[in-house]
């Protein structure tokens, strides 16, 4: 195959891995349900770093009997859905499942601390950048109502739409 | 091709095998050649440091998370420069041909501000920093440029993302006291990666145009494996310990973890039988090249699932290391391979420096021990400079006849 074939084989390549890349997140932004997600208090030594929030969900850690365990035998690293119920202003876990439930809202999950009682989750929305310098703005109002608004799609897959400082929306200038 | 020295070119008037004016002639190229292979290091050395330094520059503009810009126009910029790299560099490597070092530099930079570009769009949609996944798509994006155009310097790159992949995709969804024991058995991972990228470089020689990519592949495989066993030749990493507790967590390694161990092991395994059967890289050491990537997979195999209960693997660790310092200074001056020798004489000062270290910290006086450390340093770096030099010289006289 001559270079220039190549050469554009490879371009298309590049443009089909960065359109999929943005599509996949866009689907899911597009088409997902919006929910909200309570974030549970966090040490703000640890909430700011770098130029992203580290964000910790109410449903990043869940109990038994509070939240049906389909298993009792979860591993960590293990690929988890987890039931939403949407009816009140917060989505709230029902129940961990390591197939899709059949029904209602779910989100895709990977378990990173796991006891017989006990479950830590990861959704990968657990990082939200700031730009450079303003962390510490948001640091410094934390002790008020921090929420997230979060896109799910039919699959599970989460991509943040925004946070919520006392249910307004943080837009930065 | 290689430069002739005036040596050679003497001897051959002496002997009556060329003319004064065949030797004149021959001693003008051979001069000018040196001349054009200075200025060619030269073009590489600048070119190549410049892409990368514009490179880290586009990363490090992504990561300023400037936030005046809509999201479409800061893709834009970033997919746009990635491909106005990408672009330049063809059209001056091959379509022009005028500068096809400062080319090779620019597709390179294009590699790099993929990824930049790949980070980028995470920023956006605020993937989690440190996925696993975005390293993998980096890594996949460039993958096929080191086939397309037989990239060396991609071929690096794809396999400093591959061990940073390997890492993060470790410690996925894993906070560091959780997983301890993937922690201390992490050089063993590494290890067995090495060996396997040493194998992946091996069946890259049975492609002709592929020779630099292969040798690529094969020194990032050395290198990763001379690191990963440094680290457990210590007692930290490769030592029993009778009574670990840190937050009370066993040194039990996570089941990804094992998965991928023995998955990279049955692999690398694997390569190296096929290159001690067909030997793919037409290697004259290649019978003990590939028993030390099997003896290696083996150690790391047996180091993994049997415990020792004293401190055996310490003092195993560093006996390969030692053994493997000596195979690689034999196969590089086999070979006539001076950047294979360089790596055998680095690693065999790091191991003499820190087991001095480890042995007469305690048994000498600090005067003592610091002139006489000192002492062993300044001879030590003499006469391994000394025999480096020899080596080369010998080297490079040796391919000048040959060619």
Redesign the interface.
């Known amino acids: 195959m001559d270079?220039?074939k190549?050469?554009i084989?490879?371009?298309v390549?590049?443009l089909v891995?960065?359109g999929g890349?943005?599509g996949y997140?866009e689907y899911t932004?597009r088409t997902g349900q919006e929910v909200l997600l309570k974030t549970t208090p966090v040490d703000p030594r640890d909430l700011f770093r770098?130029?992203?929030v580290v964000l910790r969900y109410d449903i990043s850690n869940l109990n038994s009997p509070s939240v049906i365990f389909e298993r009792n035998d979860f591993?960590?690293?293990e690929k988890v859905y987890i039931g939403l119920n949407t009816k009140g202003k917060y989505a709230v876990a029902t129940g961990v499942y390591s197939q899709p439930p059949s029904d209602g809202l779910f989100i895709k999950g990977?378990?990173?601390?796991v006891s017989s009682t006990r479950v830590g989750v990861?959704y990968?929305?657990?990082?939200?950048?700031?730009?450079?310098g303003?962390g510490r703005e948001i640091e410094r109002r934390l002790g008020r109502n921090v929420d997230v608004k979060v896109a799910v799609d039919s699959s599970g897959n989460a991509?943040?739409k925004s946070l919520l400082i006392d249910g307004q929306e943080v837009r930065?200038? | 091709m290689s430069a002739i020295n005036k040596e050679q070119i003497d001897q051959w008037l002496r002997e009556g095998t060329i003319t004064q004016e065949q030797a004149n002639k021959m001693l003008a190229d051979s001069t000018e050649y040196r001349k054009e292979q200075s200025s060619n290091k030269l073009v590489v050395a600048i070119s190549t440091i410049g892409s990368i330094l514009l490179g880290i520059g586009a990363i490090l503009f992504v990561a300023s998370n400037w936030a005046v810009m809509p999201n479409l126009m800061k893709i834009l910029i970033l997919v746009g420069s990635t491909f106005g790299a990408y672009w330049a560099g063809y059209y001056f490597k091959y379509q022009r041909q005028n500068l096809p070092k400062v080319g090779a530099s620019l597709i390179f930079l294009g590699a790099l501000l993929f990824g930049a570009t790949v980070f980028l769009i995470a920023q956006m949609y605020n993937i989690n920093a440190n996925s696993h996944v975005l390293v993998l798509i980096w890594l996949i994006g460039i993958l096929p440029f080191v086939y397309g155009f037989s990239s060396s310097p991609i071929a690096g790159l794809a396999a400093l993302l591959f061990y940073i992949w390997i890492g993060l995709f470790v410690f996925k969804g894993l906070d560091f006291y959780r997983a301890q024991g993937d922690f201390f058995k992490l050089p063993v991972l590494y290890l067995v990666s090495g060996v396997l990228m040493f194998g992946i470089g091996a069946l890259h020689y049975l492609s002709e145009k592929l020779k630099g990519v292969a040798r690529v592949y094969r020194l990032a495989g050395i290198k990763i494996a001379m690191v990963s066993l440094f680290f457990l030749t210590f007692r930290f990493f490769s030592g029993f310990y009778e009574h670990y507790s840190f937050f009370s967590r066993s040194l039990e390694t996570s089941s990804q973890f094992t998965f991928g161990f023995v998955l990279f092991s049955i692999l690398a395994i694997l390569l190296a039988v096929i290159a001690l059967m067909f030997n793919p890289s037409k290697s004259s050491t290649n019978i003990l090249e590939s028993s030390v990537a099997l003896g290696l997979t083996g150690a790391a195999l047996l180091f993994f699932f049997f415990h020792a209960t004293t401190n055996i693997y310490v003092l195993l660790f560093n006996l390969i290391l030692a053994g493997i310092v000596f195979v690689l200074l034999f196969v590089g001056y086999q070979r006539e391979d001076m950047q294979i020798v360089n790596t055998g004489m680095f690693w065999l000062s790091a191991l003499i420096l820190v087991r001095y270290f480890d042995f007469f910290w305690d048994l000498l006086p600090r005067s003592l021990f610091f002139m006489v450390g000192g002492l062993i340093l300044v001879l030590g770096g003499i006469a391994l400079e000394r025999k480096r030099r020899q080596l080369k010289a010998k080297f490079t006289s040796v391919s000048a006849v040959s060619q």
């Open positions: 270079k220039k190549i050469f084989l490879l371009g390549f590049w891995v960065i890349f943005i997140k932004l770098g130029d992203y591993k960590s690293g990977t378990l990173k601390d990861e990968g929305i657990e990082s939200y950048f700031v730009p450079e303003k991509v943040i930065f200038k």
